[in-house]
């Protein structure tokens, strides 16, 4: 037994070492290469290009190491190709999803409706920050710092939104007031509060609606315009100026009023809950 080993390593030993060589060499040299085109070209291309471009090196690379070192031992590629041929549509009916995830993928990258880095909401569920896109599926980084993947199947055949896309963004504030109050008056204040914010454009100008009667309030839409990276403390600080020039300048925001009373001695607490408006006009 000892002895058929040795003559078969001496009648092969040169197949053994050139198949150690491809494998154990080319290998890790292909995953540097990887490596190299993604420093190389991230400030040229896109994320995702770059993506695709050094995965598809890496692998594709790495099937022609494969079967240079089976054609070293012996295997005939012709066989070999012919087989996995026949097992690729075997694999092809049963992984379906998967297919339809690739080209979809394809199409996302081509298109490029997105980026890393942009914030995404998709469908009414999910939103976040995209952390990589890959060919079978788009990685969500949420706000609370979760991992959402989403098949890239679902975003082509769905609605999404990207929230970062342009430089620029607007920001829709609901605002209620009194009846009572002046409408002139309001957007004047409203005006004043976006023209003394610092993250608040200048270019465009902010966008105030006087949008109609509602039951309890005149309603207004208050759109300031800002740079995509100042939304957390543009909504924190525009709300609050808002709430002390309102104060300030004696403009009431209503709010629904609820009324407890007794019918007679024996009988139940009865809840009222009256609109704003209705109460202050009967005040």
Known sequence: MIESITTWLDTHWS????????????????????????????????????????????????????????????????????????????????????????????????????????????????????????????????????????????????????????????MDIDIGVAYKEDVAHVIKVLEEVADHNPYCLDEPAPVIIFKGFGDSALEFMFGPWFEKADYVVLRNSLLMEVKKRFDEEGIEIPFPHRTLYAGSASGPFQVQVVPAQETASNT
């Open 15 to 170: 197949t053994i070492v050139h198949c150690v060589l491809l494998l154990g060499v080319g290998l890790p040299l292909l995953r540097m290469l990887g490596y190299v085109i993604r420093k190389g070209l991230r400030k040229k291309l896109s994320a995702q290009a770059v993506m695709l471009l050094s995965k598809g090196v890496v692998y594709t690379g790495s099937v022609v190491i494969v079967l240079m070192a089976l054609q070293q031992v012996g295997f005939k590629l012709g066989t070999l190709l012919g087989a996995a041929g026949i097992a690729g549509v075997a694999i092809g009916f049963a992984a379906q999803t998967s297919l339809s995830n690739l080209i979809s993928g394809l199409f996302l990258i081509w298109e490029h409706p997105f980026k890393v880095g942009d914030v995404l909401h998709v469908g009414t569920d999910h939103s976040g920050t995209v952390h990589s896109i890959d060919l079978l599926s788009v990685q969500l980084r949420t706000f609370n710092n979760q991992l959402i993947r989403i098949p890239n199947a679902a975003l082509i055949t769905n609605a999404f939104t990207n929230v970062t896309r342009f430089p620029i963004r607007r």
